[in-house]
């Protein structure tokens, strides 16, 4: 049998909800490419959709140098039924330049639109920077926000 994943570039815009990165940072762009793996799982009876995901992200400085956090995200796509938007959840790791390795969290939220020659979808993103201190403990570094729009086409292997 034919498997069939979906590949997908995403651009969007991103912007600091706490004000100590807003107090240091304007909102920048984001840029990403993803693809969805053919392997679904069932968690709490609710099917979910695998992927992976390479962003990059660029919040130009305002008090300082740029910031550029490069991540590697691990996704669960999920629907539902009677709603009209997409949920995937993400994990993953980033470089920070100025802690090294964090943790990234993520949560996207997004509505396809109507177009027959490739997945269109635009959607609202959230995604926190974790910092592991030497201690083991976690420290909350960036809160964004922000939109994006991704197109997709589905390839079959």
Same mark, same amino acid.
């Given at each position: 049998?034919?498997?069939?994943?979906?590949?997908?570039?995403?651009?969007?815009?991103?912007?600091?909800?706490?004000?100590?990165?807003?107090?240091?940072?304007?909102?920048?762009?984001?840029?990403?490419?993803?693809?969805?793996?053919?392997?679904?799982?069932?968690?709490?009876?609710?099917?979910?959709?695998?992927?992976?995901?390479?962003?990059?992200?660029?919040?130009?400085?305002?008090?300082?140098? &740029? +910031? #550029? *956090?490069?991540?590697? !995200?691990?996704h669960l796509n999920t629907k539902? =039924?009677?709603?009209?938007?997409? /949920?995937?959840?993400?994990?993953?790791?980033?470089?920070?330049?100025?802690?090294?390795?964090?943790?990234?969290?993520?949560?996207?939220?997004?509505?396809?639109?109507?177009?027959?020659?490739? &997945? +269109? #979808? *635009?959607?609202?993103? !959230?995604?926190?920077?974790?910092?592991?201190? =030497?201690?083991?403990?976690?420290? /909350?570094?960036?809160?964004?926000?922000?939109?994006?729009?991704?197109?997709?086409?589905?390839?079959?292997?």
């Amino acid at each position: 049998s034919a498997k069939a994943m979906t590949l997908s570039g995403t651009v969007g815009y991103l912007s600091a909800i706490d004000d100590d990165t807003r107090a240091s940072y304007d909102s920048g762009c984001s840029i990403g490419l993803s693809f969805d793996f053919p392997k679904a799982l069932t968690i709490f009876k609710h099917k979910f959709t695998t992927g992976a995901e390479v962003n990059f992200v660029n919040l130009e400085g305002n008090a300082t140098d &740029d +910031l #550029s *956090i490069n991540s590697a !995200i691990f996704h669960l796509n999920t629907k539902f =039924e009677k709603l009209p938007v997409d /949920f995937s959840f993400g994990a993953g790791v980033g470089d920070h330049p100025n802690s090294g390795l964090v943790g990234i969290a993520l949560l996207d939220v997004s509505h396809s639109l109507p177009c027959k020659k490739v &997945d +269109l #979808s *635009i959607g609202l993103r !959230i995604q926190q920077v974790i910092n592991v201190t =030497e201690d083991f403990e976690f420290k /909350f570094d960036h809160n964004l926000y922000g939109i994006n729009l991704k197109v997709g086409k589905k390839i079959n292997f």
